[in-house]
Nanobody, 122 residues
Framework: QVHLVESGGGLVQAGGSLRLSCAAS????????LGWIRQAPGMEREFLGT????????GYPDSVLGRFTISRDNDRNAVYLQMNSLKPEDTAVYYC???????????????WGQGTQVTVSS
């Protein structure tokens, strides 16, 4: 089994920053692609990027490019999402995801965390 648990969400003002963490257990994920996906209210899920065993993160959509950065720590079996210059439209539930294969598709990831809420106020 692979278990993913996100943490670090919360409420921030526009222009602020948050760092989300995702801790994995069940097996070592050094060979897995680890990514982040979010779902805003009333919107489809949006792929935010993924990272292999060695960075950098890839696949950032235009909505977050230059503001969000994915990193990982294989010794800690963890993946992170640094979010800077946050905007109200970043308000969403954020999920970390994992799969053995590279993908930019929502359905390309086998394992999902439970999600963590990020709310950005204006």
């Amino acid at each position: 089994q692979v278990h993913l648990v996100e943490s670090g969400g919360g409420l921030v003002q526009a222009g602020g920053s948050l760092r989300l963490s995702c801790a994995a257990s069940g097996r070592a994920l050094n060979t897995y692609w680890l990514g982040w996906i979010r779902q805003a209210p009333g919107m489809e899920r949006e792929f935010l990027g993924t990272i292999g065993w060695s960075g950098p993160g890839v696949g950032y959509p235009d909505s977050v490019l230059g503001r969000f950065t994915i990193s990982r720590d294989n010794d800690r079996n963890a993946v992170y999402l640094q979010m800077n210059s946050l905007k109200p439209e970043d308000t969403a539930v954020y999920y970390c995801v994992a799969d053995l294969m590279f993908s930019k598709r929502i359905d390309g990831y086998e394992f999902w965390g439970q999600g963590t809420q990020v709310t950005v106020s204006s």
